[in-house]
């Protein structure tokens, strides 16, 4: 059964053909609101999230569908103790999808080997997040209109935070990027995206601890959160979190066209005040995300059905 | 030092040195009721010094494992006495539950039936990685 574990789960034609029906849905939304009436979107999820629940929810009700699910792992039978494979088997046999975020890595993966309906990887730890790459393609294509010959800095946290190692491995596919990675040391991109990823498709990329050093040269700044629940210890924690704080100060060596990307929850590494900035992006990508999930269960249905 | 030459049975040599207590240990010799004899930091021409492991008798082994360890070893196959067939094993493409995955955030951690799999992702460094969190195997 198709599903989306991994971005790279997705040809670029079929990223390509959801950007399409993201954008037609844009400019046509009523042609979509019923397309999957009479149809159950299950979100189970194991950790607490705003943003993408409630993403996937709207999009299933703007779709005609409608929704059962929970929202912690405790409101669950896996508080009783019941395996990620018997909750997928389980809730095949009441829904037609499944959305699933879960704190352990590869728990998506079980649930797609054992339901016999599609499975969406919402976010498993710190290992992939495919919709979050959705709705950053989704922005790039409509900030830069297309994935090419584009300078992008990653800055924060790049050795957890998995929504930069998804959009790393999708735009590698692209041709003449260029990568710029900004973060502290205990937070480098792991060296084997970098090798498996940036040297393999031989990508052109810098290394450095400074923000103020490239921020000129960037089309794409994609700012993260350092992110507490990723840390062991809480020292480790307190003493990161606070590395690059984006300000207006700091953007005035930028280009007028910088987009500035950020997958949210924000804590404080963008400043408020930028918020109102023409560069500012990441609530238009919040918004980019429930299109490219309302396409993505669409696609998912359609080949369900076939 | 002499090991005494085996009837029927197999002999893993070229083993890379130092290597040859790790296959042991996967290929479940410790638990087999024929001969087994582990041989280690033997003189070599083309090594230098080598392991060797030598099983007197006809046990179910997954040898694909010896490719796992040390794809440079070959596998000798002993009939009544004589050299019946020499060859190399190719790293296997997956591994089910002969080795663990050590992240403590990958699922295999809580759920305990799930088989731990991993996948060859880099046959020129020799690289396996857990199908679930991507984590290299050790």
Redesign the interface.
């Known amino acids: 059964m198709k599903g989306l574990i991994d971005i790279l789960d997705f040809s670029t034609e079929e990223l390509d053909e959801l950007i399409e029906t993201a954008c037609d849905i844009i400019e046509n939304p009523a042609d979509y609101s019923e397309k999957c009436k009479g149809k159950k979107l299950a979100t189970l999820f194991y950790e607490p999230s705003t943003r993408t629940r409630l993403s996937f929810e709207a999009a299933m009700y703007e779709l005609g569908g409608n929704v059962i699910g929970f929202s912690e792992a405790n409101s669950s039978s896996s508080a009783k103790g019941e395996s990620v494979a018997d909750t997928a088997k389980t809730i095949s046999c009441y829904a037609d999808i499944i959305a699933m975020r879960h704190p352990k890595e590869g728990a998506a993966l079980v649930a797609k080997n054992n339901a016999s309906i599609p499975v969406i990887n919402a976010g498993d730890g710190g290992h992939c997040h495919p919709t979050q790459t959705l709705a950053d393609l989704l922005t790039i294509y409509r900030e830069k209109g297309g994935f090419s010959g584009l300078k992008i800095g990653f800055c924060g946290d790049l050795k957890f935070g998995r929504t930069v190692h998804s959009l790393i491995n999708a735009l590698s596919r692209y041709e003449d990027n260029e990568v710029y990675l900004i973060s502290p040391d205990e937070l480098k991109l792991p060296s084997y995206v970098k090798k498996d990823v940036l040297v393999k498709q031989n990508i052109k990329y810098t290394q450095t601890t400074d923000l103020e050093s490239v921020i000129g040269e960037l089309d794409i700044l994609y700012m993260t959160r350092v992110q507490r629940e990723r840390f062991f210890n809480e020292e480790d924690y307190l003493r990161l979190k606070d590395s690059y704080i984006l300000t207006e100060k700091k953007l005035e060596k930028a280009k007028a066209d910088l987009s500035i990307m950020h997958p949210l929850p924000r804590v404080n590494e963008i400043s408020v005040e930028i918020d109102n900035d023409s560069r500012a992006c990441y609530f238009k990508q919040v918004l980019n995300g429930k299109y490219m999930r309302m396409a993505l269960i669409l696609k998912l249905l359609e080949e369900a059905e076939k | 030092m002499n090991v005494d030459s085996i009837l029927n049975g197999v002999v893993i040599d070229h083993i890379e040195a130092g290597s040859g207590m790790r296959l042991y240990d996967l290929l479940g010799l410790d638990e087999v009721d024929v001969s087994v004899a582990i041989i280690k930091n033997v003189t070599s021409r083309k090594m230098g010094k080598k392991d060797i492991i030598k099983i007197d008798g006809e046990v179910p082994i997954d040898f694909d494992l010896i490719g796992f360890v040390d794809p440079e070893a070959t596998l000798n196959i002993i009939k009544d006495g004589k050299l019946m067939e020499k060859k190399r094993i190719d790293m296997p493409l997956e591994l089910r539950n002969v080795i663990k995955c050590k ?1 403590p ?7 305990q ?2 088989p731990h799999v991993f996948k060859l ?2 046959k020129d460094n020799k690289v396996y990685r ?5 984590t ?1 195997a050790n």
């Open positions: 992240n955030r990958c699922i295999t951690s809580c759920e039936e799930l992702t880099d857990c199908i679930y969190c991507e290299k």
